[in-house]
Each structure stands twice: as C-alpha cells, then as structure tokens.
Nanobody, 121 residues
Framework: VHLVESGGGSAQSGGSLRLSCAPAEFTSTEPCMGWFRQKPGKERAWVAIINGGGITQYSEAVKGRFTISQDNAKNTLYLQMDNLKPEDTAMYYC????????????????RGQGTQVTVSP
C-alpha cells in the first residue's frame, strides 16, 4: 500500500496544522495506525496511534495538543496539531497496519514518505 501524506507546511508558534494520510483503512488483524516524526539529527519516534476501536495513545511531547483520528468513509488518517511549538519541527510519517500499539516504526506494514512540518518562534 502506497501511503500519501499531505498537509505539512509552515506555521508559527501557537498555530495549527492538520496532516492527512490516505489510504488508511483499519483491518481486523492489524488495526493500529498512527504517526511518527523525525527531527533533524534524531531518530524517528512515534507521536500518536489509533486502533479500530478508536482508542488512542499519544507521546508525552504532544499529549493535549495533537489529536489523531480516522475517517472510515474516506479511508483517511488525520493528525490535528494545535498549539504548535518550534520543537515540533520534523518530518512527519504516516504508518498503518500493526497488530498492536507499536512504538517501533518497523512494526507497521505500510509507511509513508513523509511531510515536512516547520514551526517558527
């Protein structure tokens, strides 16, 4: 599956962006999907994960500011990012099809090419 992310770009500190990823369809055996990000010079890290039951998990760095959701009708995964901070600047990647809430990038069967988010002070 070729995942395509969109919605990245530039924002000022305190601003908002919404990322989209398609196609993102839940499967019964691999119901977890989510977002990772990679900051310059850092390893890729998980940001938010959602499963087919709507249960979500967030990293401490984004909890309370980011919201992950999925639209079944559109087969699209979203990441609403509010109150952005300069430290949120990173390449953001969409992942789908893992059998559990995995913090490891390689646990997901499908991985996107990424979309850049840049937050200025």
């Amino acid at each position: 599956v070729h995942l395509v992310e969109s919605g990245g770009g530039s924002a000022q500190s305190g601003g908002s962006l919404r990322l989209s990823c398609a196609p993102a369809e839940f499967t019964s055996t691999e119901p977890c999907m989510g977002w990772f990000r990679q900051k310059p010079g850092k390893e890729r890290a998980w940001v938010a994960i959602i499963n087919g039951g709507g249960i979500t998990q967030y990293s401490e760095a984004v909890k309370g500011r980011f919201t992950i959701s999925q639209d079944n009708a559109k087969n699209t995964l979203y990441l609403q990012m509010d109150n952005l901070k300069p430290e949120d600047t990173a390449m953001y990647y969409c992942v789908t099809q893992a059998s559990f809430f995995a913090a490891s990038w390689t646990a997901y069967k499908n991985r996107g090419q990424g979309t850049q988010v840049t937050v200025s002070p």
